[in-house]
């Protein structure tokens, strides 16, 4: 095996947001780095996130309600995103020319909505400090001593710096990459690391009625979980049908709390097709619907009453009101029980989504283990650590990429 001299000032280790800032930030600071990657190209969780649009930040301008989504985390973060906040992010991108666009519940894309033009910027960034970028170079072993990273070993090089940054990311989309490497590499040095969970995945639902819709997407509903009966927490906002159960932005950040609750016992959850209307005034506007179709199939004037694309999923759950049935011929219970289906759309939570579907895996180093002002370890004094590779559970949005850029930010100005 070859060691190589030490011709580097700083090592980053992993391609992909938060090594790229880092690698980026490093170099900008005069010094010389080298980034090493195990894909053979950077940045392939970055390339299909947000579907391939990026969802690069969440707009939200109180720091103070930004940082609450991390939950316990919030109060370790103020430093870093007193250095690098959202804010930072937008003047990052627009000032490299790929300027940013606010959407629905305040989340960031760049104006193209191609998260490659993403990536191009951050290579671009890299590119004018000279960063030495290996691909197809996965570390296989750090090596550390005396309180001190010594090297770090890919392939038949050992490899040599002042300073480590690891950015090697979490276990979300394995496919790219993410195979929780750097969560192996911190055990082995001594740190404590929480397993991770997949905190931001579809739900499984046992019925079949769920599966029956899929590919439906219904854009304001609310959502009410229970554990043996009992209500724990709702939630309103964007649901997806899926073959296996449920997604879209109102599951996926329900998520780890249901994952919780599937430790107490049975899920249930019910969904209410009509949120801001009361059983009452439901039944009203039903009634309406009915006085002006009287001699109508009812089959033919639900549409007017059910979301669209959920007739026959209704139907299901509704087995004494037969579709066939002339209007006027509706009894006052079976109408009643419409109105209470469309509040209470009933189904059974199995499980939560595997890795294979998470959007964000947690798990990490706790956070106590570092120093949050500067990003580095409190158990190496030359060893950074960025990312996923931190102990912090966020909703989506746009977070969990805030995060990559404010922890890489803030590694590579220390580093």
Known sequence: MTTTTQQYDVIVVGGGPAGIMAAGRAAECGKKVLLLEKNKKLGEKLKISGGGRCNITNAEEDTRLFLKHYGKAEQFLYSVFAQFSNKTTFEFFEKRGLPLVVQARKRAFPHTEKSIDVFNTLEQYMKEGNVTVKTSSPVERILASDGAIQGVIAGEETLTAKTYILATGGVSHAETGSTGDGFNWLKALGHSVTAPTPSIVPL?????????????????????????GKKKFSKTGKLLFTHFGLSGPLILNSAVMVGDLLQEGRVTAVIDAYPDTDHAALEQKILSVFENNKNKLLKNIMDDIVPHGMIEAVFSLLPTVDPETKVHSVTKEQRKLIVDTLKTLPMTITGLMGFDRAVVADGGIPLTEMDMKTMRSKLYSNLYITGDLLHITRPSGGFSLQLCWTTGFVAGSNA
């Open 204 to 228: 499984a639902v046992k019925e079949s009625w769920v599966k029956s819709l899929s590919g439906t997407s219904l854009t304001f509903m609310k959502i009410t979980f229970s554990v043996e």
